[in-house]
């Protein structure tokens, strides 16, 4: 979906270096996702926000930080790259003025971690 | 641990037949979404059922919820090659907010 972007698409790093990956929407939506996809495991929720000033810990949030710089804009950080972070990475959105949650996804930056 | 799981993990058919996916979840939902994803892309969006109902369409999609089995079913009725895909769902937890919990998908591959 052209709405919600995501920088890079693909990127191979070494192990302990400082990875940042780049979400950002025009849809105008208040929420926010970072989920990791991995072979077998489906997709599992590493940070979300609500809002600027909200935000929270998913399932899976050890090793990673987050930033919302501002509504349209989530950034997720790898503080210190390890192999198991190998994965593809999907940034979603979703709005808040109705009661159920379809999320929006971006096309996913895929990380290597040698 | 995930909350959905799909069964069967991988399912061949031909072009013109149905394609059915089931997805099992453990707790108690508000409801339950399916999306689609080409290889290595982003999800799309499908259908969502919501707890209260049984049955839904849109399209050649049929989707099913039995809340006392903790059950989905997705059927693709009439296949096509470009229904190849890996499909998920995902159920909306009652937990004040909305979160989706994905389960571990199906691989369709529908041949010509």
């Known amino acids: 979906d052209a709405d919600v972007t995501q920088t890079p698409r693909n990127r191979i790093t070494k192990t302990g270096k400082r990875i940042m990956l780049e979400c950002s929407q025009t849809?105008?939506?208040?929420?926010m996702y970072w989920y990791r996809q991995d072979p077998g495991l489906g997709l599992r929720l590493i940070y979300y926000?609500?809002?600027?000033?909200?935000?929270n810990k998913g399932e899976i949030s050890d090793g990673y930080s987050v930033s919302r710089q501002a509504q349209a804009k989530f950034s997720l950080s790898l503080e210190s790259a390890i192999p198991n972070q190998t994965a593809l990475y999907f940034c979603?959105?979703?709005?808040?003025?109705?009661?159920?949650?379809?999320?929006?996804f971006g096309p996913g930056t895929r990380l290597t971690v040698l | 641990s995930q909350q959905g799981e799909e069964d069967p993990q991988a399912l061949s058919i031909q072009e013109g037949e149905n394609a059915t996916m089931n997805c099992s979840y453990k707790?108690?939902?508000?409801?339950l979404q399916w999306y689609r994803q080409n290889s290595g892309r982003g999800l799309v969006h499908l259908i969502l059922i919501r707890s209260n109902e049984r049955e839904k369409h849109s399209g050649r999609l049929r989707v099913t919820l039995d809340t006392s089995k903790k059950s989905s079913s997705l059927l693709i009725t009439a296949s096509r090659a470009a229904d190849t895909a890996s499909y998920f769902c995902a159920t909306g937890l009652n937990t004040g907010f909305q979160k989706l919990v994905f389960g571990t998908g199906t691989r369709l591959l529908v041949s010509p």
């Open positions: 707790t108690s939902i508000n409801n």
């Open positions: 926000s609500f809002d600027v000033k909200d935000i």
């Open positions: 849809k105008g939506h208040d929420r």
């Open positions: 979603a959105t979703s709005d808040t003025s109705g009661s159920y949650n379809e999320q929006f």
